[in-house]
């Protein structure tokens, strides 16, 4: 079973930064893929970026609006994903959500929030102009 925490969300101001983790406390296997999501009240979830088994990201793993600006990366002994984001925006103010995909490849990750299975409770995400 998977259980996913995120932390690391708050309060900033244009142009700071915010690294948010996602924890994996029910782990079972690093075989599969980690996406970031975010949502605003009354606006469906949106795909921020994913990475795969391998850990391996290229910029089509990134939505439009935050590549060059945000990361993400794995760290599998600490059963933890990682958002790096910098430049922040106020338009990036979200809830954001980490999920995992346990029935697909591993290798070739989806950027529609059904193929997910799993969600975490979310982390708030607030940047002020």
């Known amino acids: 079973q998977v259980e996913l925490v995120e932390s690391g969300g708050g309060s900033v101001q244009a142009g700071g930064s915010l690294r948010l983790s996602c924890v994996d406390s029910?782990?079972?296997?690093?075989?599969?893929?980690m996406a970031w999501f975010r949502q605003t009240p009354g606006k469906e979830r949106e795909w921020v970026a994913n990475?795969?088994?391998?850990?391996?990201?290229?910029?089509?793993d990134y939505a439009h609006s935050v590549r060059g600006r945000f990361t993400i990366s794995r760290d599998d002994v600490k059963k933890t994903v990682y958002l790096q984001m910098n430049s922040l925006k106020p338009e990036d103010t979200a809830m954001y959500y980490c999920a995992a995909d346990l029935t697909g490849s591993g290798v070739v990750c989806s950027e529609a929030a059904k193929w997910y299975q799993f969600w975490g409770q979310g982390t708030q995400v607030t940047v002020s102009s």
């Open positions: 029910g782990y079972v296997s690093r075989t599969y893929c």
């Open positions: 990475i795969n088994s391998d850990g391996k990201v290229s910029h089509h």
